[in-house]
C-alpha cells in the first residue's frame, strides 16, 4: 500500500517485484552507506597477532547459518592451530552455537563476544571477516570491514555480490557449503 518503496540492495528489489508484483518503478535501491573517515581513522592493532582470527559479526538466528562457518572453521583449525573465531552477536540461537562450538573445536579455539555498539576494535584486531549467510540483504557488518581494509569471506547472496566482486574485493562461496567456506577461509 506504500507509494514508493526504499531498499538496500538490488536483490531485494529483484525478489519484491518477482514475490509480491510490485512494480519495479515503485521501487528505490539505496545501497547502505559506510562513513570511510569513521573506519580509517580508528587505531589499527600495532601487534603482529600470532593468533589470526576469522571475526563473524551476525544475530544468532537461521538466516545467519552459523553452522556453516563453525564447520568450515573446523577443518581450517585443524591445519592453523593457532586460529580462533571470534562470534559476536546474540539471539534464540546463542546457545545451541555454543554447543556446537565446544562440540566440534577444540577448547580455546572460539570466543564469543558480546555484541558491541562500536565493532572498530574487534575489526582491526582480525585477519578476517566471514559471513555464511543463507538469506542477506547489504550486510552493515561486511561494508565496515571492506572500509577498513579487512579482507571478507561471504556466501553469495543477497546484497552481497552487489558489495563483494571475487577474488577482487573478497571471497563469495555458496551458501550452505562448509567446503566452500573453508577453501576461502584458508585462502585468506
Given at each position: 500500500?506504500?507509494?514508493?518503496?526504499?531498499?538496500?540492495?538490488?536483490?531485494?528489489?529483484?525478489?519484491?517485484?518477482?514475490?509480491?508484483?510490485?512494480?519495479?518503478?515503485?521501487?528505490?535501491?539505496?545501497?547502505?552507506?559506510?562513513?570511510?573517515?569513521?573506519?580509517?581513522?580508528?587505531?589499527?592493532?600495532?601487534?603482529?597477532?600470532?593468533?589470526?582470527?576469522?571475526?563473524?559479526?551476525?544475530?544468532?538466528?537461521?538466516?545467519?547459518?552459523?553452522?556453516?562457518l563453525?564447520?568450515a572453521?573446523?577443518?581450517?583449525?585443524?591445519?592453523?592451530?593457532?586460529?580462533?573465531?571470534?562470534?559476536?552477536?546474540?539471539?534464540?540461537?546463542?546457545?545451541?552455537?555454543?554447543?556446537?562450538?565446544?562440540?566440534?573445536?577444540?577448547?580455546?579455539?572460539?570466543?564469543?563476544?558480546?555484541?558491541?555498539?562500536?565493532?572498530?576494535?574487534?575489526?582491526?584486531?582480525?585477519?578476517?571477516?566471514?559471513?555464511?549467510?543463507?538469506?542477506?540483504?547489504?550486510?552493515?557488518v561486511?561494508?565496515?570491514a571492506?572500509?577498513?581494509?579487512?579482507?571478507?569471506?561471504?556466501?553469495?547472496?543477497?546484497?552481497?555480490?552487489?558489495?563483494?566482486?571475487?577474488?577482487?574485493?573478497?571471497?563469495?562461496?555458496?551458501?550452505?557449503?562448509p567446503?566452500?567456506?573453508?577453501?576461502?577461509?584458508?585462502?585468506?
Amino acid at each position: 500500500l506504500a507509494h514508493h518503496i526504499i531498499c538496500n540492495s538490488a536483490d531485494l528489489r529483484h525478489r519484491l517485484t518477482e514475490r509480491y508484483r510490485i512494480p519495479s518503478a515503485g521501487i528505490t535501491v539505496i545501497p547502505n552507506g559506510v562513513d570511510l573517515g569513521f573506519f580509517s581513522s580508528a587505531p589499527r592493532n600495532s601487534n603482529e597477532s600470532s593468533r589470526p582470527s576469522v571475526l563473524c559479526v551476525a544475530r544468532m538466528v537461521p538466516d545467519k547459518d552459523h553452522e556453516t562457518l563453525v564447520e568450515a572453521f573446523a577443518k581450517v583449525s585443524a591445519t592453523h592451530s593457532k586460529a580462533e573465531l571470534w562470534m559476536v552477536g546474540d539471539g534464540p540461537r546463542s546457545e545451541k552455537k555454543r554447543k556446537m562450538a565446544a562440540r566440534m573445536l577444540p577448547t580455546g579455539r572460539v570466543h564469543f563476544v558480546p555484541v558491541q555498539v562500536d565493532i572498530r576494535p574487534l575489526i582491526h584486531q582480525s585477519s578476517l571477516l566471514a559471513l555464511s549467510s543463507i538469506r542477506e540483504g547489504l550486510p552493515n557488518v561486511v561494508l565496515d570491514a571492506m572500509a577498513s581494509c579487512l579482507p571478507v569471506v561471504a556466501t553469495n547472496v543477497g546484497g552481497l555480490p552487489e558489495a563483494i566482486k571475487h577474488g577482487d574485493t573478497g571471497l563469495l562461496v555458496p551458501p550452505g557449503d562448509p567446503q566452500a567456506m573453508a577453501r576461502a577461509l584458508q585462502e585468506l
